[in-house]
């Protein structure tokens, strides 16, 4: 019987993308999805750090994870997404919710068989955080939500730093395509 994941996806269109290429990759892994959090096998929670409320969303949402991770201990939960790149929110997630198996960032979501496969082998908490990007990571598996639509990413990252936004702080620098991608 294959293993079920379930993503649980906050933010902007880069996470619904995001979240699509994590599918893709776990369904290449074997995985099925889930139909509810109570058949899952893993949960990830891919997270949104723009606004506060998504942010208290997330944290309340491990919260309640707490219970089911407890009566399911075998259950993998994992953070991944711009809060994990986000100043200071690794540990406060270390601190107040040890019962998570999994945090990475968005950086490294190419990363995602091996570090399954570690958060399930290893005692306690994998963190894969990398505070700068590497190279552009193409052709992953994807699953794509809606058969009409597909996200093409033609630049990750920003080099512009406009006051408001944060995204040159959780995508990294400006990373382009490369043109025969």
């Known amino acids: 019987m294959a293993l079920k994941y379930l993503i649980e996806t906050y933010g902007c269109q880069m996470n619904l993308h995001d979240s699509e290429i994590l599918a893709g990759q776990l369904e290449?892994?074997?995985?099925?999805?889930a139909g509810s959090e109570e058949e899952a096998d893993l949960?990830?929670?891919?997270?949104?750090?723009?606004?506060?409320?998504?942010?208290?969303?997330?944290?309340?949402?491990?919260?309640?994870?707490?219970?089911?991770?407890?009566?399911?201990?075998?259950?993998?939960?994992?953070?991944?997404g711009?809060?994990?790149?986000?100043?200071?929110?690794?540990?406060q997630i270390r601190r107040q919710f040890p019962h998570?198996?999994?945090i990475f960032g968005t950086h490294n979501l190419h990363r995602l068989p091996e570090?399954?496969?570690?958060?399930?082998?290893?005692?306690?908490?994998?963190?894969?955080?990398?505070k700068s990007a590497g190279e552009v990571v193409e052709?992953?598996?994807v699953k794509r939500a809606d058969g009409v639509k597909a996200w093409v990413t033609i630049i990750y990252g920003c080099d512009k730093h406009c006051?408001?936004?944060i995204v040159?702080?959780?995508?990294?620098?400006?990373?382009?395509?490369?043109p025969e991608d």
């Open 28 to 33: 290449q892994m074997g995985f099925e999805e």
């Open 43 to 80: 949960i990830l929670i891919n997270t949104c750090t723009v606004r506060e409320t998504a942010a208290q969303k997330v944290l309340g949402e491990l919260g309640r994870l707490k219970t089911l991770k407890a009566l399911k201990p075998e259950l993998l939960i994992g953070v991944c």
């Open 82 to 91: 711009c809060m994990a790149q986000e100043e200071g929110r690794v540990e």
């Open 100 to 102: 998570v198996d999994l």
């Open 115 to 130: 570090l399954v496969r570690r958060a399930r082998e290893e005692e306690g908490m994998v963190v894969d955080v990398w």
């Open 139 to 141: 052709n992953l598996p």
């Open 163 to 165: 006051t408001y936004c």
């Open 168 to 178: 040159p702080f959780t995508r990294g620098r400006e990373r382009s395509r490369r």
